[in-house]
């Protein structure tokens, strides 16, 4: 389907931020990684969820937050074309970038990762990961190869990243009764996979580094970046 809009620009023009979607960012002291979801809230249900997670407080964390009770498929701009300042601020300035997104596979039941982007290693890194962690995982392909340069995982400092391609059966995993409606997302509530998932990727930026965990266990409310430096625009 194609997009509504051919990049920020028209989309800021036609669309009112605060009742039809909101910015989250979070820019901690001393971050040099950006966990991102340019197709988050209702777009691709779950992507900013999960980016926020894994971000924590210790990653850079941007989103583009779909409000619209409907059509929130009107909010969507294709990766290479998502020029909004506030993320570009982030994603240039970084080594290197998570980028999260959401498909819809034809029977809604399998449970995948498409994993792209022009940084192999780390790629390497999050396949691994998240395959010992129990996760399906497969190399993206085609439109969602992510290894256009203009993409905007791709447009770090290093000109690399990594995006992730979750499927719908996937993401409706993170929430506890496959519940991917708005009411459910913000009620904070997450299953085990989840969690386990998030703990994966955080671990495979770290690399050996120890990696902070979440703030509670099990299925408390995800972690939020500091007070203060989420700021719905």
């Excluded at 999260?100 to 396949?127: E, K």
């Excluded at 459910?184 to 299953?191: H, K, L, N, W, Y």
């Excluded at 902070?212 to 266990?217: F, L, Q």
């Amino acid at each position: 389907m194609a997009d509504l809009y051919g990049d920020w620009a028209e989309l800021a023009a036609a669309e009112v931020e605060g009742v039809d979607y909101q910015i989250r960012f979070a820019d901690p002291a001393g971050a040099s990684l950006a966990s991102i979801a340019i197709h988050g809230g209702g777009i691709e249900a779950g992507s900013g969820e999960m980016a926020r997670e894994v971000a924590g407080t210790w990653m850079r964390y941007y989103e583009l937050d779909g409000m619209k009770s409907s059509g929130n498929r009107d909010l969507h701009i294709t990766s290479t074309r998502y020029d909004e300042p506030r993320a570009l601020a982030l994603v240039t300035t970084a080594r290197g970038c998570l980028s999260f997104h959401g498909y819809q596979d034809d029977d809604n039941l399998l449970s995948m990762t498409a994993i792209g982007g022009l940084d192999t290693a780390l790629a390497a890194r999050v396949t691994a990961g998240l395959r010992a962690a129990g996760f399906t995982v497969s190399a993206a392909a085609g439109d969602i190869a992510g290894t256009d340069p203009a993409n905007i995982c791709n447009r770090t400092l290093p000109g690399a990243g990594v995006q992730l391609e979750m499927s719908q059966a996937l993401r409706r995993s993170f929430f506890p009764g496959g519940d991917l409606t708005r009411a459910a997302r913000e009620s904070g509530a997450r299953t085990q996979d989840f969690f386990r998932y998030a703990a994966a990727l955080r671990t495979a930026c770290a690399g050996s580094a120890p990696v902070p965990a979440p703030s509670s266990p099990g299925l408390s409310p995800p972690t939020r970046p500091r007070a203060g430096s989420v700021r719905p625009c």
